[in-house]
């Protein structure tokens, strides 16, 4: 009888671990595509070995004097398990073996968030209800009928797999894959609840509060870490994201943590200088126009912008004046101007023609040349 032991070059008392270890070793040696063919009648042997080895059962009949691979010995002769092999030369030796739990993490789910610019600019706490999968109160996730409970598969004796053996260049191979009858999941449910359909889980619409900060905008996404639907079998729920959307602003308008609007001044307004009054963000302000403003003129109110999304502080309040000149005098306005033109020696003015500005780099350009 062949001393496997020696063949894979460990002791007769060797774990399942240093067994496994001297086989990879002399596998990546042995193989005929790395050692060539003369390596192959080695390597059939070192297999032998490890079929006999790697099995509780085999090596325990090894042990009491008999040989599994020989003729009527019980064993399969050269086989060996592919999965091994597999872990040898592709780098397997993680994967998990045994049935797969059928509780599984459920998915992450993104929902989206309208909210105003006020909500935006000051935070707001929002309830939004919520359709997803939570725990089957039935079956509480055991996916079984009340009073039953899973049954150990039959073709598979709770392993999650079948082994199938073929022959190859190599001798005869064993393959490993998931069984049909139980999916992998080394158990079957002959009674499922009748509730969630043997799901562990049902849909159902609850409300979930979120807390918006100040100074998110559209495409900002919050999570909330496992609120989203909960896995197959009662498994771990996933995450729960919102994205948010702004909706227009029927007045101002955002640029950053900033907000801005127009405001339309009659031109006498803007030559002798008056106090407005503009509903903000935070209710009624008096807005100062001194007189001579000009078209164009930007007056700023700081703090009355958006709030800042990773620290503290607002942003700010632009305000863009827009002078508008009368149209359709009657002849007692006309003289009015008239007379006033005559005052400013205005009557026949010659105009004055100044730089085209072409934006904000050009005016930068022209401050530091001086013009």
Do not use: W
């Not at 390597?43 to 059962?57: N, W």
């Not at 998915?107 to 725990?135: C, M, N, P, Y």
Request: glycine share 12%; proline share 5%.
């Amino acid at each position: 009888m062949n001393d496997y032991y020696a063949t894979l070059g460990v002791e007769r008392n060797a774990s399942a671990d240093e067994i496994k270890k001297a086989y990879r070793k002399l596998a990546r040696k042995l193989h005929p595509d790395v050692a060539g063919p003369d390596a192959e009648e080695e390597f059939k042997e070192v297999q032998r070995a490890y079929d006999v080895l790697s099995s509780a059962d085999k090596r325990q009949q090894y042990d009491m004097g008999s040989d599994p691979t020989a003729p009527g010995g019980g064993g399969m002769g050269g086989g060996f398990g592919f999965q091994d092999i597999f872990e040898t030369f592709f780098g397997g030796g993680q994967q998990q073996r045994g049935p797969i739990p059928r509780a599984r993490r459920g998915q992450d789910s993104l929902l989206r968030v309208d909210i105003d610019l006020s909500e935006a600019a000051f935070g707001v706490t929002k309830s939004v209800d919520v359709d997803t999968a939570v725990v089957c109160s039935t079956c509480s996730g055991s996916c079984c009928a009340p009073g039953t409970s899973p049954v150990t598969c039959a073709v598979c004796n709770g392993s999650g797999t079948v082994q199938r053996v073929a022959r190859s260049f190599l001798g005869q191979v064993m393959t490993t894959s998931p069984c049909a009858a139980c999916q992998g999941f080394g158990t079957t449910i002959p009674n499922p609840c009748a509730d969630c359909s043997g799901e562990g889980r049902v849909r159902s619409r609850r409300t979930v509060k979120i807390e918006i900060p100040a100074g998110v905008e559209t495409g900002v996404r919050i999570k909330m870490s496992g609120q989203g639907e909960v896995g197959p079998a009662g498994g771990p729920a996933g995450d729960l994201y919102f994205e948010i959307k702004e909706r227009r602003h029927a007045v101002f308008t955002r640029q950053g943590d900033d907000i801005a609007c127009t405001i339309e001044v009659p031109m006498t307004a803007a030559a002798l200088g008056t106090v407005l009054e503009l509903e903000t963000l935070d209710g009624m302000r008096e807005v100062d126009l001194h007189a001579g403003t000009q078209p164009g003129q930007i007056i700023t109110l700081k703090e009355l912008g958006v709030g800042h999304l990773h620290g503290s502080g607002r942003g700010s309040l632009n305000i863009t004046i827009e002078v508008v000149v009368p149209s359709n005098l009657d002849e007692e306005q006309s003289e009015l101007l008239r007379q006033l033109a005559a005052l400013r020696n205005e009557e026949r003015p010659a105009g004055r023609v100044t730089t085209h500005s072409g934006g904000v780099f050009s005016r930068l350009k022209d401050k530091f040349s001086g013009r």
